[in-house]
Each structure stands twice: as structure tokens, then as C-alpha cells.
């Protein structure tokens, strides 16, 4: 059993490939970033802290997110079965993390980086649309909600706060500067694996799973049982 990491910048396709490989292998989906819309949603006083960070494009404090990180780790039934998406966001939280992994007697088997060029990572948020009723991501420019590929109502398809060109360009900045570094970390352990995200989602995909079966013998047999 495996934990693994998808990495890039803001609009690399981490959501999009995280809800196949959860559907394909049974993982269960970390992502700081929908944690912390939830409790914007929610209302709830870590919210209302949070909500301006969040549209102003920066990262919110470390603490923060270390415990609802914990929370989800310490549970058993997510034992080396999970996909972080977009965590960790930087050096501090990659630290917290190897803390946290081998307190929970865990491993994280790769990181996948999806590479992809900042004006096309532009044109993807900003075309970006999220359905809150199945969690399919589609977009507008490269790939519409459509009768055949969606079943809900277009009324649940939703664009973020944050998706906008102004708060865009504080993001990648932001992940130049505070989250880019991690990825040496990464390299440092071996664990690092570059994927061309400028490709089609579903070659992109089929890539992570070629390598996702690679890992460990259980994800294997999952696969052959699904
Ligand atoms: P978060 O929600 O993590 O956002 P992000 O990292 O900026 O990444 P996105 O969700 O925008 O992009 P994605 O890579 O998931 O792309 P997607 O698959 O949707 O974080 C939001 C904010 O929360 C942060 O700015 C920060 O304030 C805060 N935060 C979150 N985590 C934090 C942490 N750990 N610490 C501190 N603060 C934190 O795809 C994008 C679009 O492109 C979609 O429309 C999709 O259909 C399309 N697309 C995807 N792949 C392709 C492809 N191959 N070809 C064409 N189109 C594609
Ligand atoms: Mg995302």
C-alpha cells in the first residue's frame, strides 16, 4: 500500500487526475485546498479567517492546515491509501508531513510533478468550472460539461473565488516562490517523478497509472479486482 502526492502549479490538472486515480484505486483524496473552501462554506471561524487569504492568492498559515492534514492521516481507514493534492505547499508542511507519515507508520511511494507552462496554467483557471454535486472538473475552452460526459444539473457547475486573473497571478507567484522548493525536496529522497502536463487529461492520466501500478504489488491487485 502506497500514499502518494500530486505537485504543480495552480491549473496543472492536480484535481482532474486525482478524481480518476481515486475512482481507479480506491484512494482516498486529500486536497488542502477543497478542506478549506469547505470551511469557508461552512462558515466556521477557521473560514471566516481564511477566506481572504485564499482570495487574495497567498498561502494560508501552517498551522492551519497541519491539523486538518493529521486528522485525516491518523485515520485508519485511510491507512496508505491516500492522494495529497496540492499538499504540501511548502518546505515547512513537506517536514510536517515526514513527521506525520512516520508517526501514523505510513510512506509516501512517489510524487508526481505535472509540468506545465504558466500562460496555458492561466487559460485553464479561467475557464475552469467545478461541479459540487459529483466533483467532475471541466472546462469552458478544453473541455465542456456536456450531456455525454456529465450527468448532474449545470446549475451545481461552480468557478472559485480565487479563479480570476488577478488572484492568478499572486498564485503562481506564490508557487514560484514558497512551494516550487519542495520539489528538491522530493528529488532528494528519490521520490520525484516529472510528468508532461501539457498533454491531453486522459494520456496524462494513463501515464500516472502505468506508474501508479508500478508502486506496490497491492495497488496492483486492486486494479485487477475493480
Ligand atoms: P488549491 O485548491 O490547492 O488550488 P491550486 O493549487 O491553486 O490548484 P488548482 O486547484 O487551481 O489547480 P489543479 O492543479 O487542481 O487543476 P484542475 O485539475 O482543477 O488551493 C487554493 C488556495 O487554497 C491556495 O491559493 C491557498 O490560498 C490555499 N491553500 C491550499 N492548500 C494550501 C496549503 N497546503 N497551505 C496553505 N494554503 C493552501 O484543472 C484546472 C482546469 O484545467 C480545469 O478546468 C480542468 O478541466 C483543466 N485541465 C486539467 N488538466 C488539463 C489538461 N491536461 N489539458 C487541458 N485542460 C486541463
Ligand atoms: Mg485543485
Same mark, same amino acid.
Given at each position: 500500500?502506497?500514499?502518494? !502526492?500530486?505537485?504543480?502549479?495552480?491549473?496543472?490538472? +492536480?484535481?482532474?487526475?486525482?478524481?480518476?486515480?481515486?475512482?481507479?484505486?480506491?484512494?482516498?483524496?486529500?486536497?488542502?485546498?477543497?478542506?478549506?473552501?469547505?470551511?469557508?462554506?461552512?462558515?466556521?471561524?477557521?473560514?471566516?479567517?481564511?477566506?481572504?487569504?485564499?482570495?487574495?492568492?497567498?498561502?494560508?498559515?501552517?498551522?492551519?492546515?497541519?491539523g486538518?492534514?493529521?486528522?485525516? !492521516?491518523?485515520?485508519?481507514?485511510?491507512?496508505?491509501?491516500?492522494?495529497?493534492?496540492?499538499?504540501?505547499?511548502?518546505?515547512?508542511?513537506?517536514?510536517?508531513?515526514?513527521?506525520?507519515?512516520?508517526?501514523?507508520?505510513?510512506?509516501?511511494?512517489?510524487?508526481?510533478?505535472?509540468?506545465?507552462?504558466?500562460?496555458?496554467?492561466?487559460?485553464?483557471?479561467?475557464?475552469?468550472?467545478?461541479?459540487?454535486?459529483?466533483?467532475?472538473?471541466?472546462?469552458?475552452?478544453?473541455?465542456?460539461?456536456?450531456?455525454?460526459?456529465?450527468?448532474?444539473?449545470?446549475?451545481?457547475?461552480?468557478?472559485?473565488?480565487?479563479?480570476?486573473?488577478?488572484?492568478?497571478?499572486?498564485r503562481?507567484?506564490?508557487?514560484?516562490?514558497?512551494?516550487?522548493?519542495?520539489?528538491?525536496?522530493?528529488?532528494?529522497?528519490?521520490?520525484?517523478?516529472?510528468?508532461?502536463?501539457?498533454?491531453?487529461?486522459?494520456?496524462?492520466? +494513463?501515464?500516472?497509472?502505468?506508474?501508479?501500478?508500478?508502486?506496490?504489488?497491492?495497488?496492483?491487485m486492486?486494479?485487477l479486482?475493480?
Open positions: 500500500m502506497a500514499n502518494v !502526492i500530486l505537485f504543480g502549479p495552480p491549473g496543472a490538472g +492536480k484535481g482532474t487526475q486525482a478524481k480518476y486515480l481515486v475512482d481507479k484505486f480506491s484512494l482516498f483524496k486529500i486536497s488542502s485546498g477543497d478542506l478549506l473552501r469547505k470551511e469557508i462554506k461552512n462558515e466556521t471561524e477557521l473560514g471566516n479567517k481564511i477566506k481572504s487569504i485564499i482570495d487574495q492568492g497567498s498561502l494560508v498559515d501552517d498551522n492551519y492546515i497541519d486538518l492534514i493529521e486528522k485525516i !492521516i491518523s485515520n485508519k481507514k485511510y491507512f496508505n491509501m491516500l492522494i495529497f493534492d496540492g499538499y504540501p505547499r511548502n518546505i515547512n508542511q513537506a517536514k510536517t508531513l515526514d513527521s506525520l507519515i512516520s508517526k501514523y507508520d505510513q510512506k509516501i511511494s512517489c510524487v508526481f510533478s505535472l509540468k506545465v507552462d504558466h500562460e496555458v496554467v492561466v487559460k485553464r483557471i479561467l475557464g475552469r468550472q467545478t461541479c459540487l454535486s459529483c466533483g467532475l472538473i471541466f472546462n469552458t475552452f478544453f473541455s465542456p460539461s456536456t450531456k455525454e460526459n456529465h450527468n448532474c444539473d449545470e446549475k451545481h457547475l461552480q468557478k472559485r473565488s480565487d479563479d480570476n486573473e488577478a488572484t492568478i497571478i499572486k503562481i507567484k506564490t508557487y514560484d516562490i514558497k512551494t516550487l522548493p519542495v520539489l528538491n525536496y522530493y528529488s532528494d529522497q528519490n521520490l520525484l517523478c516529472e510528468i508532461d502536463g501539457m498533454r491531453e487529461i486522459s494520456i496524462i492520466y +494513463k501515464e500516472i497509472r502505468a506508474i501508479m501500478h508500478t508502486l506496490d504489488t497491492w495497488l496492483y486492486v486494479h479486482y475493480k
